[in-house]
């Protein structure tokens, strides 16, 4: 394995206190088992016959995520506050029950405050209450999507005054559940956390629609997104193979990332052309977008087009501004699209039927699919197992379809992106007929 990564937990110290679960360390005897520190798991696990043989450091494997005989804090001890960041997502609800409920029934953790509208709510000027959980709060909140804390950009740089909050809160563990920019703010607060020799947990949650947080298999709320769009893409065939030349432009979730365009794709059957990030393209020329476009609609009479967010911003004025999260503005791929397709078949007198569906804001505040919901209540839990041991600077990942605890470091230091060369962008191309190159 590449030196390039470290794996290592840190831990606020010596996890000393028997946990009030009643957990077993025997195989086989029909109980549940806790987790030890030593359990872990390769992350690369690709190889040839011609490699040989591999050995490991403790730091370049993955820890195992679940409970621990011995933990850090005394429950009857612990202050805990949840946090949910950036844009929504189906599944914060989920969560945020699921470390609830972990915290209150696990372990008898009953001071929990919910600390609303992101990282604002910890910095005084905007005189934010908190919002206390228990059971009874939180027991029916993943029926309906969004997020009961609320959630807002920005506000993740203003570390020392975030910190100051934490202390006057007299928190001991902060769950941050968002995506990159949260997870970077969580371990600047971390940092800071240790500069002022605190033992105070922070423990981040992954969260980004677009799938794209390194070291985890998928992020929560992704395939919701999937199924959502999916819905969308049958509608939008529907009306263009209902009129003459028609054309279903759908653009979905993914500034950086393709992975809802393709997987929506696959999952639909449908859909003619996938326009993503990580595959440039050109709209003119013999070999571009808009001459296949005209050849598919004179070969079948009608196409579909999805679209990820991020795609063909080179062909674009894209603003220089950048929003509250520190993220470049984009420019409306989906919007561009449809006025140079209309363009360019009106300059042909070629007639089109051309419908434009934007269903983003619709699918990322939609409730949590069946499997996004049993995603979040094990990411919860397996969060909540890991603070009461002691672990910080950590977010939760599923890497070879095993619960782990990845360092935040690692985890930010780069995004996920559709690989080109993948079988995920052979098979959409295959499923779409659209050339390689365009």
């Not at 949840?82 to 599944?91: E, M, R, Y």
């Not at 934010?128 to 027991?139: A, E, K, S």
């Not at 920019?181 to 800071?192: P, R, S, V």
């Not at 220089?320 to 420019?331: I, L, M, P, T, V």
Request: charged fraction near 20%; include cysteine.
């Amino acid at each position: 394995m590449s030196t390039q990564y470290d794996f290592s937990v840190p831990t606020l110290g010596p996890a000393k206190v028997n946990s009030p679960i009643d957990y077993s360390n025997t195989t086989g005897d029909q109980v549940a088992n806790f987790v030890d520190d030593n359990q872990r798991i390769i992350y690369d696990v690709s190889s040839s016959p011609e490699a040989g043989e591999r050995s490991f450091t403790e730091n370049e494997l993955l820890e195992k995520a679940g409970p621990r005989q011995k933990i850090y804090f005394a429950p009857g001890h612990v202050h805990a506050g949840i946090v949910t960041c950036g844009g929504l997502c189906p599944g914060l609800n989920d969560v945020i029950r699921a470390i609830t409920r972990c915290l209150w029934y696990r372990y008898g953790v009953h001071r929990i405050s919910g600390i609303q509208f992101g990282y604002r709510g910890l910095l005084p000027e905007h005189g934010v209450p908190t919002l206390p959980l228990n059971p009874d709060v939180v027991d029916d909140i993943h029926r309906i999507g969004g997020t009961i804390l609320g959630s807002s950009r920005g506000g993740g740089h203003r570390t020392e005054e975030l910190v100051d909050t934490i202390e006057r809160m007299n928190l001991n563990i902060l769950f941050a559940i968002g995506g990159d920019g949260t997870q970077k703010g969580a371990l600047a607060i971390a940092e800071e956390i240790e500069r002022r020799w605190l033992k105070i947990a922070v423990i981040g949650i992954p969260k980004t629609i677009d799938n794209d947080l390194s070291f985890t298999e998928k992020s929560f709320g992704f395939e919701t997104a999937v199924a959502q769009a999916t819905h969308v893409v049958f509608g939008a065939h529907a009306e263009a193979h209902s009129a003459v030349n028609g054309i279903g432009l759908v653009k979905v979730m993914g500034r950086d990332a393709g992975f809802i365009a393709s997987h929506t794709a696959l999952a639909s059957h449908e859909v003619n052309f996938v326009l993503i990030p990580e595959v440039p393209f050109e709209l003119h020329g013999d070999n571009g977008f808009l001459t296949h476009l005209e050849r598919r609609l004179a070969r079948r009479n009608h196409a579909v087009i999805v679209v990820a967010e991020g795609a063909g911003q080179h062909l674009l004025d894209s603003p220089e501004a950048s929003d509250a999260s520190g993220n470049r503005q984009y420019a409306d791929i989906g919007l561009f699209l449809k006025n140079r397709i209309s363009e360019h078949f009106s300059e042909k007198d070629i007639e089109i039927n051309l419908k434009y569906i934007d269903p983003s804001y619709i699918i990322r505040s939609a409730p949590a699919a069946p499997t996004d919901s049993v995603y979040c209540s094990r990411l919860g839990h397996n969060a909540v197992h890991a603070a009461m041991a002691g672990k910080t600077k950590i977010l939760m990942g599923l890497v070879n379809n095993t619960f782990v605890h990845v360092p935040i470091q690692m985890a930010v230091a780069s995004r996920s992106r559709v690989d080109p060369d993948s079988s995920l962008w052979r098979d959409v191309i295959e499923s779409t007929h659209q050339p390689v190159r365009m």
